[in-house]
């Protein structure tokens, strides 16, 4: 049986958004570079802020 995942999609405000948001948004940003720039190094939170 397949296990079934949630996900709460949710507007993400770059004006207002706390250090934890952006470093979840830095740590997707990093996952999705990954598949498409294997060789690329992951980029820090204040690179990619």
Request: hydrophobic share 40%; aromatic share 8%.
């Amino acid at each position: 049986m397949e296990k079934k995942v949630k996900w709460d999609i949710k507007p993400f405000n770059v004006r207002n958004a706390s250090a934890a948001e952006y470093r979840a948004a830095n740590e997707l940003d990093n996952r999705m570079r990954a598949e498409y720039l294997p060789d690329d190094p992951p980029l820090n939170v204040a690179k990619s802020a």
